[in-house]
């Protein structure tokens, strides 16, 4: 008897799973009033645009929104809890958050009806126009002679023979005048591949790669200092090491 019991347990889990399993279907009947909405062009710095969706229930049943989806962190739905009766209104509010956005940009947003077993869903477009934002927050430390860099340290891992590991270093020039930076290396190491100089225009900024392949294992952790030389004139130093173990060892 107790086999038995088991058995049909089984079956029942297996048929429920098997029907929380399926797609859902697309709800005709639940209907925005708008399907796209166009915000146009926008302005970055002037913060986040909201719009409001109205659904109307044009079927015969209640229909509970369960979720919104929007699919990116610079878009939250706010919408009704309650289930919406044949003939009334839904509200879903979007906000989109075009906070370091750019151009044109398209995201769906779907609602996950009655428990997931259908669906409805609205597009959101816009065309973000971009600001320069202040150079720290980009580029948080400063070198000096108006250099500023989105990192003071670059701690390479342990890494296997023939394995290369890379960084993307941002640079920024703040000054209103060119900057030529010449990279000093001290003590000199050959291996490690980055530019050895770069020119920035006034304000400009950029990214270059600073990478490392493991002709040899470290037996011991190390470190070489990167010493802009801007204009002529030498800035703080980055240093960049090569740690030994599982685990970053930052070199004093």
């Known amino acids: 008897m107790k086999r038995i019991l088991l058995l049909l347990l089984a079956v029942f889990c297996l048929t429920s799973a098997s029907a929380q399993g399926g797609e859902p279907a697309y709800l005709q009947t639940f209907k925005p009033v708008e399907r796209v909405h166009d915000f146009g062009k926008i302005l970055e710095k002037k913060?986040?645009?909201?719009?409001?969706?109205?659904?109307?229930?044009?079927?015969?049943?209640?229909?509970?929104?369960?979720?919104?989806?929007?699919?990116?962190?610079?878009m939250v739905a706010n919408y009704t809890k309650k289930a919406v009766r044949p003939g009334e209104t839904a509200m879903v509010t979007v906000t989109f958050d075009p906070d370091h956005k750019s151009g044109n940009f398209v995201?769906?947003?779907?609602?996950?009806?009655?428990?997931?077993?259908?669906?409805?869903?609205?597009?959101?477009?816009?065309?973000?126009?971009?600001?320069q934002h202040?150079?720290?927050e980009d580029h948080p430390f400063y070198y000096g002679q108006g250099l500023y860099m989105n990192q003071q340290l670059l701690p390479f891992p342990d890494l296997k023979v023939g394995q290369t590991y890379s960084y993307d270093l941002k640079l920024a020039n703040n000054t209103n005048k060119t900057m030529k930076i010449v990279f000093k290396r001290s003590?000199?190491?050959?291996?490690?591949?980055?530019?050895?100089?770069?020119t920035l225009k006034p304000n400009e900024r950029t990214s270059i790669k600073v990478s490392y392949a493991y002709f040899r294992k470290h037996k011991v952790s190390s470190y070489v200092n990167i010493i802009p030389v801007v204009n002529g004139q030498k800035a703080k130093a980055l240093k960049i090491t090569w740690n030994v173990g599982d685990k970053f060892r930052l070199l004093q």
């Not at 109205?54 to 049943?61: P, T």
Request: charged share 20%; with cysteine.
């Open 187 to 198: 003590p000199n190491n050959t291996v490690l591949k980055m530019p050895a100089e770069v």
């Open 47 to 74: 913060g986040k645009v909201a719009n409001v969706f109205k659904f109307k229930n044009m079927g015969k049943a209640p229909v509970a929104i369960t979720e919104v989806n929007t699919w990116c962190g610079c």
């Open 134 to 136: 202040p150079v720290t």
């Open 107 to 131: 995201k769906q947003v779907v609602l996950l009806l009655n428990d997931g077993k259908s669906y409805a869903r609205v597009w959101i477009k816009a065309n973000v126009v971009p600001y």
